[in-house]
């Protein structure tokens, strides 16, 4: 009898693990039986934060029933969950060659660029290397951070560095744009290459060294729907949203460029 | 080798219980289900990483100068940090263990709390107290213009800082249950205390002090939240093992997965090598 409850017990606890992992397993599209609204998830790049965010809010304001999710990250690591099986219904990402990785793997289609971004020099407010401009940056005094080489701002940031003619040593390589930016706020660098929009996000918290037109390098931000997506019609709605006026309004007024 | 290791553990296991009279050969039923849905949790990922396994280019995936720089530094800071621990951790555990003194029991508390407290939480208590603009940090920077982050020291000390407590209980506890008839002896015969502590005390729990050691080396090798927090991350300067393979997941997950393997390997030797000690440990007392 008491053998009998314990084994039911640990029958019921099997069967409860194994609904919850089944649930959390497609948790970006569960609710798929429900035609009135869905949950979509957004693989976004992390310099997509702050205005991404604010889109969501939107969408969901215009579209009622609709709740969307955002996964921040390094692009290059986003597309790689991507592949993986990671559950997007929808990729934002900072460069095209991260958009292609997953273009290629058959996980996306007809990625469409939504937004440009270029680069400045952040430093702490009290710019205590007195950074004037990036050539400041092969200073061997000086500190930098900088983003991973594969991840699309380190990308860019070497394109600049290339632009310029200057060798950066930097101290350290940070995993996405908002962690280099997170180092220039807590002063542990003198400087850090981020985005013009990142600087502007960031307001008194650091200050902007520009780089000029000619040696600045730019990005392009491509968006797609996942092709695994069991919300293809929210996903298309959403990634429309970024693409009409009213996206592209908030996009440009945190610094984005039109593409 | 990782499948064959628990099949080799269990007939161990059995042949003990056998010797020991064989009071409970057979496992109840409704322990056994439960029991093996565990150890296919366990197991199975690790059969994951040997079925992905580049074998055939894991000599190419290693020999990246990423990977040996990694793989050196690795092995260099956590010794490092277990060394700073043996040389600190001991003498901390023997005041926790043998003197006694108000405020006792919340220090043991405080020193022993990175064991339960998540590392990059470390990494970012350590940023701010030695980061640059931190509150020691600070001084280090304006009276001798020392930067720690993001240097190898950043890297030894943020390993430290989570490793050392694993060597400090490992290290109090033997000292609690050693006999201290020996400590006394030697002192009735004349021994200095210092003498008693390094000829009687260090050999009594050496078995456990080797332990601890391992443990505390073993937890340095795989710190990965509180080095990157703390002491960022740049090849061949804090970009340590777990970090590589963090990074190489985005880049070339074969090479990820080749060092994984290492780390599997270097984890599999350590568990080897406890039991040897902790089987010593256990014909000694």
Redesign the interface.
């Given at each position: 009898m008491r053998?009998f409850t314990?084994?039911a017990v640990?029958l019921a606890?099997?069967a409860a693990a194994g609904c919850s992992s089944s649930g959390s397993g497609s948790s970006g599209s569960s609710a798929s039986a429900s035609p009135a609204g869905g949950t979509i998830t957004v693989f976004a790049a992390a310099s997509l934060m702050g205005t991404f965010t604010q889109l969501g809010k939107q969408f969901e304001t215009a579209h009622p029933g609709d709740t969307v999710k955002f996964s921040f990250g390094?692009s290059?690591?986003l597309s790689?969950q991507i592949t993986s099986g990671a559950p997007a219904d929808v990729f934002a990402s900072a460069a095209p060659a991260n958009m292609d990785t997953v273009v290629s793997a058959g996980d996306a289609s007809n990625p469409q660029n939504f937004a440009q971004n270029t680069m400045e020099v952040a430093t702490p407010p009290n710019n205590p290397a007195k950074v004037t401009s990036v050539n400041d940056l092969a200073k061997k005094s000086v500190?930098v951070?900088l983003c991973?080489p594969?991840v699309p701002c380190g990308v860019v940031a070497a394109e600049v560095f290339k632009n310029v003619g200057i060798t950066v040593k930097?101290?350290?390589?940070?995993?996405d744009v908002k962690s280099v930016l997170a180092?220039v706020e807590?002063?542990?660098?003198d400087a850090g290459m981020v985005y013009v929009t990142d600087v502007m996000a960031a307001g008194s918290k650091v200050n902007g060294v520009k780089i000029s037109a000619s040696d600045n390098a730019s990005t392009e931000y491509p968006i797609a729907t996942i092709n695994s997506s069991k919300h293809k019609s929210e996903a298309q709605a959403f990634m429309n949203y970024v693409l009409s006026p009213a996206g592209q309004q908030v996009l440009t007024a945190a610094g984005f460029e039109k593409p | 080798m990782t499948v064959a290791a628990p099949s080799h553990l269990t007939a161990r296991e059995r042949a003990r219980r056998a010797a020991r009279g064989g009071a409970s050969r057979s496992v109840?039923?409704?322990l056994l289900?439960?029991a093996l849905?565990a150890v296919g949790f366990l197991v199975l990922p690790l059969v994951g990483l040997l079925i992905r396994a580049p074998w055939g280019r894991i000599g190419a995936a290693l020999s990246g100068a990423d990977a040996t720089q990694a793989l050196i530094l690795s092995l260099w800071t956590a010794s490092a940090s277990t060394l700073i621990s043996l040389a600190i951790g001991v003498p901390l555990a023997w005041v926790l263990a043998r003197s006694s003194f108000p405020g006792q029991r919340l220090l043991r508390a405080l020193v022993t709390l990175p064991l339960v407290l998540p590392p990059v939480v470390g990494g970012v208590a350590l940023?701010l107290a030695f980061?640059?603009?931190g509150f020691i940090g600070r001084y280090l920077d304006d009276w001798f213009g020392l930067?720690i982050?993001?240097t190898p020291v950043a890297v030894v000390m943020a390993e430290t800082f989570v490793a050392m407590p694993f060597l400090i209980i490992a290290v109090e506890g033997a000292l609690r249950s050693a006999d201290q008839g020996f400590e006394e002896a030697a002192a009735t015969l004349g021994a200095k205390r210092m003498t008693v502590f390094r000829r009687v005390t260090v050999p009594l729990v050496a078995p456990s002090l080797g332990a601890g050691a391992v443990l505390c080396w073993a937890r340095a090798l795989g710190e990965f939240g509180a080095t990157?927090t703390f002491a960022?991350?740049?090849?061949g300067?804090?970009?340590t093992m777990p970090i590589a393979v963090y990074?190489a997941?985005?880049?070339d997950?074969d090479a990820a997965i080749a060092l994984s393997l290492v780390l599997l390997l270097v984890s599999i030797v350590v568990l080897i090598s406890l039991r040897d000690h902790w089987l010593r440990g256990g014909s000694l007392s």
């Open positions: 053998r314990v084994i640990a606890a099997v390094p290059s690591g790689e500190k951070a991973q594969q930097p101290v350290t390589l940070q995993p180092q807590l002063g542990s660098v | 109840p039923a409704p289900a439960p849905i940023l980061g640059r603009t930067t982050p993001f990157i960022g991350s740049f090849p300067q804090t970009e990074y997941l985005e880049t997950p």
